[in-house]
């Protein structure tokens, strides 16, 4: 079955030190991935898709097939970066996205 | 682009009221999802559709819950008889065959 793990639901770090979100999915076929971010009481919104390989707002993730991770990893956090962070997986020639449950990361001054 | 658009932002109703969503998707966008983000269980699918068929509803919590999607610009999720455990934040999306999926703000549900 598809699936997609977060296993942290909170995440707490202060200014300035490294941060790396988990996820891991479940999935035999060739997966596309994807983080979203919600920032407070506002809609989600794409910040990174593996295929683009690019880095947002110092944000970047690696898909890693051999470990079925893609894990979200920023080496300075800021108290902006504080937001709800969603990981989440396409299957192939699917319209739908699954979600993991979600980290809450919180970036202490 | 006005993007997703979701109404009502808040409802606040008593259990057994009927309950009606609103979305309006992205114009162009084909596919249109309905969401619903809880504390526990983050965000689940409820239902999405292409070209407004219903392709998967498996998501659709029981038969309380319904939706339609009558035509390309407008779609309804529908809660009838609502219960306080249906109360979250339901969020509507939409994307095309090119893009990547687009939220709306979200609907928040309180059911006393």
């Known amino acids: 079955a598809q699936r997609v793990t977060q296993p942290e639901k909170l995440l707490s770090v202060f200014k300035g030190a490294p941060v790396e979100l988990k996820c891991n999915y479940s999935?035999?076929?060739?997966?596309?991935l994807f983080w979203y971010v919600q920032y407070s009481r506002q809609r989600l919104q794409l910040l990174l898709r593996?295929?683009s390989r690019e880095s947002i707002k110092g944000f970047t993730a690696d898909l890693n097939k051999g470990e079925t991770s893609f894990h979200l990893k920023k080496p300075f956090a800021q108290e902006e970066d504080s937001a709800m962070y969603y990981c989440?997986?396409?299957?192939?020639?699917?319209?739908?996205?699954?979600f993991g449950s979600g980290t809450r990361l919180l970036v202490r001054p | 682009d006005a993007g997703v658009i979701q109404s009502p932002r808040h409802e606040v109703t008593e259990m057994g009221q009927e309950v009606t969503l609103r979305c309006k998707p992205i114009?162009?966008?084909?596919?249109l999802f309905w969401y619903r983000q809880t504390m526990m269980r983050g965000l689940e699918l409820l239902i999405y559709?292409?070209?407004?068929?219903?392709?998967?509803d498996s998501g659709m919590p029981e038969d309380r819950f319904s939706a339609k999607m009558p035509n390309a610009s407008f779609s309804t999720l529908k809660i009838q008889p609502s219960e306080p455990r249906d109360s979250a934040v339901y969020f509507c999306?939409?994307?095309?065959?090119?893009?990547?999926?687009?939220f709306g703000n979200g609907t928040r549900l309180t059911v006393t």
């Open positions: 999306a939409s994307r095309s065959q090119y893009s990547v999926i687009h």
């Open positions: 999935y035999s076929g060739s997966p596309e």
């Open positions: 593996h295929i």
């Open positions: 989440a997986l396409r299957v192939d020639s699917s319209y739908k996205l699954i």
């Open positions: 114009s162009g966008h084909n596919s």
């Open positions: 559709f292409n070209n407004n068929v219903p392709i998967d």
